[in-house]
């Protein structure tokens, strides 16, 4: 989607191995999400961040952490990658804390084997 | 805490109706509720918002209301057409005790249109 990008798209790790996925922004948006999919649960918040330094944990942050040292980008590493984390990851980005909407990028399809 | 339910996980219709989707909150009063389609393999594509004072919201043949008593927003699409199937997401904000934290989304109703 334009202004957001997630790196890789695709990614098969194994158990125990750390993973980081990638989001990138080029609106210079404030406000920065993690959520992922998964059939029956929808989208569910990972962790957010409301400026460069500034997170905090959603509903499901148990095994992740973030970071985001810059503006344009927000790190999602999955410490310890387990079966439980196979996913679809999205990032979404937003001016205003979300009031104009949310702008998605494409997703990370997420393999622990 | 807050929940959402969005009626049911699929609708199917013909081309031409009107398909009604419906999103049920409870809990707390959200000041504005969002609306999201979503095709396979893609992310969330934001749609219409719609804020606690207003009842309805138009944009081209998509119709969204926002009953603040009832705790529900109606999304309407009229003269469906095959090119509408998808699953579409309701996302009411925050409670005001959690502002600035991140919008909570419904699982979704997904849609498909027959030609």
């Known amino acids: 989607d334009a202004g957001i990008t997630q790196s890789p798209r695709h990614k098969v790790t194994e158990t125990g191995t750390p993973v980081t996925l990638r989001c990138h922004q080029t609106?210079?948006?404030?406000?920065m999400y993690w959520y992922r999919q998964d059939p029956g649960h929808g989208l569910r918040l990972i962790h957010y961040?409301?400026?460069?330094?500034?997170?905090d944990k959603g509903e499901v942050s148990d095994g992740y952490s973030v970071s985001r040292s810059k503006t344009e980008d927000f790190l999602l590493t999955l410490e310890s990658a387990t079966s439980s984390q196979t996913s679809v990851y999205f990032c979404?980005?937003?001016?205003?804390?979300?009031?104009?909407?949310?702008?998605f990028g494409s997703g990370t399809r997420l393999t622990v084997v | 805490s807050q929940k959402i339910e969005q009626n049911s996980e699929a609708l199917n219709i013909q081309e031409g109706k009107t398909a009604t989707l419906t999103c049920n909150y409870t809990?707390?009063?959200?000041?504005?509720l969002q609306w999201y389609r979503q095709d396979p393999g893609r992310g969330p594509v934001f749609l219409l918002l719609?804020?606690?004072?207003?009842k309805e919201k138009r944009k081209e043949r998509l119709k969204v209301t926002f009953d603040t008593t009832l705790k529900q927003s109606l999304f309407h699409i009229t003269a469906s057409q095959p090119a509408d199937s998808a699953t579409y997401l309701c996302?009411?904000?925050?409670?005001?005790?959690?502002?600035?934290?991140?919008?909570?989304f419904g699982k979704g109703t997904t849609l498909s249109v027959s030609s």
């Open positions: 609106e210079n948006h404030r406000y």
């Open positions: 996302a009411p904000s925050p409670p005001a005790n959690q502002a600035g934290t991140a919008l909570i």
């Open positions: 961040s409301y400026g460069v330094k500034d997170t």
């Open positions: 979404a980005i937003s001016s205003n804390q979300g009031a104009d909407g949310y702008t």
């Open positions: 719609i804020r606690e004072n207003e």
């Open positions: 809990n707390y009063s959200p000041a504005y």
